[in-house]
RNA sequence: CGCGGAGUAGAGCAGUUGGUAGCUUGUCGGGCUCAUAACCCGGAGGUCGCGUGGUUCGAGUCCCGCCUCCGCAACCA
């Protein structure tokens, strides 16, 4: 059968530098859901995800771990497709920018852009990091100085193909202003067109030389191509572009690509100059999604506060975690993610609300009449308001999820499920069972709950793809394709139980809220340099603000004791040692930074640098004895090399109080 | 004067073209007993960041000024 109707949805391809976290599957999860639903709905869907594996950091990385960049990526590669499949993520094709397919379509697309003069041989010139060995524009220096590690750089320059992006400027200020459309939520047009178009687009470095892990350019086998046209062609070269027979027209131009906001800015200004280029269709919609923020900041491995999708999923369910995660936050919007709200909302909604109302209505249908409902049934005043809610749901339910406003459809879908609730409660069946000629009334009002848990079902199964069918076994609906189609959701009385009810066990148990968030707490605690109390020392300035919060919200949850322990030799591998202040002064640039020269007694001078400036002047920790902890590896902190870390308690306004010896030591005395 | 977003009941959020301020949660009280200590009803709680600003018969909603918070320069969704 060949379906007229198509629908092609993306996700960004995700950088497999390090594993997933939540954020990334809240993506996912999202272009799942549309997927899902479309397919219900008869369309032919093509749902693309992928990884994009080339890169200097990738090289990196994966030198770092002694490996080969392709073995390295083809293990955390691994792993998502591990993820997705336990997220129950349905995609149709999976991309890999290094699939030998893409490379070669890269490579294709690369030569058509320079045979036709789009790309061009010229001069990348920046200011170069010898020792980081990046380039870096004028605008993004610090202070003149490496923004990365705070060193000196050099003008300095490096031939590099580029993209002659400048040309397209006047299409895509049109694109945007006369598009409403295709961006969206429409207010980050707004920040595109004043920040980079107005003020004039430059082009674009499209080649590398400093490094290796990517696509050749085919004429220039010294250059690499670089992310910008590697990584966007992806949602073409998977429909088998530069062949624009077959898939590629078949649902080229995409429907809806999903990105974070972060990354709109390519996908709304590169991407759509690149496909004018190789004038081609531009996607219907670019749609950037809020964050989830990990208690008010910013996830972040460095920052140790990254949820692990797995471990959620293990431990509640897929459905939950998918629920959570679009009922929780406006899709458009910023959000934020905690436990104590992801066990409320399982709680809450999955557990009370939808659990609770399949539990009491197939246990009445059990009770009163041993599973079978008898077809002899009296309709009465409390069915209509609940048969025209249902008959209404499908369609607004629609027309928020074509909008993607996954969170609103949820509040629909759940207002009808308490409105099931409360038609028990009017109607009063434990009542109505005690008087025999009122039996044809029971058995209307409970084929109706029935009917409203089969039209939820159909309803639900985009989201929560488990639960659907639970609910179809619960009420002993056969699930054929006929009866989870998405129409029959705006059919009232299409239930048809295949065999007696039994009363079931619950979809979603209830939890308890108190020990769950203690029980996360221990899960989720940073295993590395990040744990709060280390916080004044191994924050970088760029980090400090985001984790401040984070610090206080961690810190008040690791006094409820959740702390696992140590074994004594873990904690002899710190030494600890006394050291006096002997001078110190605040680091340039930086806000909340210290640099102290240390005496160490025996093991000579050392140079700490702390996030303790707004808790102590520099002069006033001269010639104070303080904590230090001496093994800890050195780091650059802006720049400066920090031999150590000095203790600290954290008061409740979040300073810090350095800690004190009582009585005097020389320096250098040991600790412990 | 960089750009954008936000500031509405204890918390988290809605408030469409200006017309009596809503939702969820929490709290207090009541009802019910079919159900996962679940469900249903009701009460209390807000001078809608500030300017006793402007426009208007009327402003959370439009205009002006100010304050606070967050994001944006890094190919972290």
């Known amino acids: 059968m060949t379906k007229d109707k198509t629908f092609y949805i993306t996700t960004p391809i995700y950088y497999p530098s390090g594993n997933l976290h939540i954020g990334h599957s809240y993506t996912t999860v999202a272009a799942d859901v549309m997927a899902r639903y479309k397919r219900l709905k008869g369309y032919d869907v093509m749902f693309l995800t992928g990884t994009d594996e080339h890169g200097q950091k990738i090289q990196e990385r994966a030198a770092a771990a002694g490996m080969a960049p392709q073995a390295f990526v083809d293990e955390i590669v691994e792993g998502i497709h591990r993820l997705w499949s336990l997220l129950n993520i349905s995609h149709d094709r999976f991309i890999r920018t290094t699939d030998e397919a893409h490379e070669k379509s890269v490579q294709a697309i690369f030569q058509k852009l320079y045979d036709q003069g789009d790309i061009y041989l010229s001069e990348y010139e920046g200011w170069y990091c010898t020792p980081d060995e990046s380039f870096w524009t004028e605008s993004q220096l610090k202070d003149g100085k490496c923004p990365e590690c705070g060193r000196e750089v050099h003008l300095t320059k490096e031939s590099s193909y580029f993209f002659r992006m400048s040309k397209y400027q006047d299409r895509l200020i049109e694109l945007l202003e006369n598009n409403p459309d295709f961006v969206q939520p429409q207010s980050r047009a707004h920040e595109m067109l004043n920040n980079f178009l107005r003020p004039g687009l430059e082009d674009l470095a499209v ?257 929560v793809p488990e639960t659907g069918p639970k609910i179809f076994e619960a009420i002993r609906q056969a699930a054929t394709p006929e009866n989870t189609a998405w129409e029959q959701a705006a059919v009232w009385g299409a239930w048809q139980a295949t065999e007696p009810l039994q009363a079931c066990a619950p979809v979603f148990p209830r939890l308890d809220l108190d020990a769950e968030i203690d029980a996360m707490n221990a899960l989720l605690q940073p295993a590395e340099e990040a744990s709060p109390e280390q916080a004044p020392q191994a924050q970088t300035a760029e980090q400090e603000k985001s984790s401040k919060k984070a610090q206080a919200e961690s810190k008040a949850d690791n006094t409820e004791g959740v702390i696992s322990n140590i074994d004594f030799a873990d904690f002899e591998k710190v030494h600890f040692l006394t050291a006096v202040v002997e001078a110190c002064e605040k680091v340039e640039g930086a806000d909340r930074l210290l640099c102290s020269q240390l005496d160490v007694g025996a093991l000579g001078k050392r140079q700490v640098v702390s996030g303790i400036a707004n808790s102590y002047a520099p002069e006033e920790l001269v010639g104070k004895t303080v904590i230090l902890v001496e093994n800890l590896k050195p780091r650059k902190i802006r720049g400066k090399e920090s031999h150590g870390m000095l203790l600290c308690a954290t008061a409740e306004d979040g300073s810090y109080r350095l800690l004190a010896v009582d009585g005097s030591v020389p320096a250098g005395s040991g600790v412990g």
């Not at 659990?355 to 059990?366: C, D, H, P, V």
């Not at 009808?416 to 069946?429: C, E, Q, R, V």
């Not at 000629?437 to 309803?459: P, W, Y």
Request: charged share 20%; net charge negative; glycine share 6%.
């Open 207 to 463: 080649s590398r030389t400093s490094f290796d892990w990517g696509v050749k350019v085919p004429f220039d086998e010294r250059h690499v191509i670089y992310v910008w046209v590697d990584a966007l062609s992806n949602y073409i070269t998977a429909l088998g572009y530069p062949n624009t027979d077959g898939d590629f027209s078949r649902y080229w131009p995409a429907d809806v690509q999903l990105v974070g906001k972060d990354i709109i800015r390519f996908h709304t200004l590169i991407w759509p100059a690149l496909l004018m280029a190789l004038d081609l269709p531009l996607p219907k919609q670019v749609y950037g999604h809020g964050w989830l923020l990990m208690n008010g900041g910013k996830m972040s491995k460095s920052l140790g506060n990254v949820v692990d999708p797995a471990v959620l999923c293990e431990r509640y369910g897929v459905d939950a975690i998918r629920y959570f995660l679009l009922r929780e936050v406006p899709f458009g919007a910023d959000g934020s993610f905690s436990n104590e709200a992801l066990v409320q909302r399982i709680n809450l909604d999955l557990a009370n609300d939808l659990g609770n109302l399949l539990s009491r209505s197939t246990a009445m249908i059990k009770k009163y009449f041993d599973g079978v409902v008898p077809t002899v049934r009296e309709a009465g005043p409390e069915d209509e308001a609940l048969e025209s809610e249902a008959a209404g749901l499908k369609d607004r339910v629609e027309t928020l999820l074509d909008k993607l406003q996954f969170s609103q459809v949820l509040v629909e879908i759940w207002k009808f499920i308490g409105s099931a609730n409360k038609y028990i409660d009017l109607t009063t069946p434990w009542i109505l069972a005690k008087d025999p000629a009122k039996q044809a009334r029971l058995a209307a009002v409970l084929a109706n709950l029935a009917e409203a848990l089969r039209v939820v079902a159909i309803l639900i199964q985009p989201f």
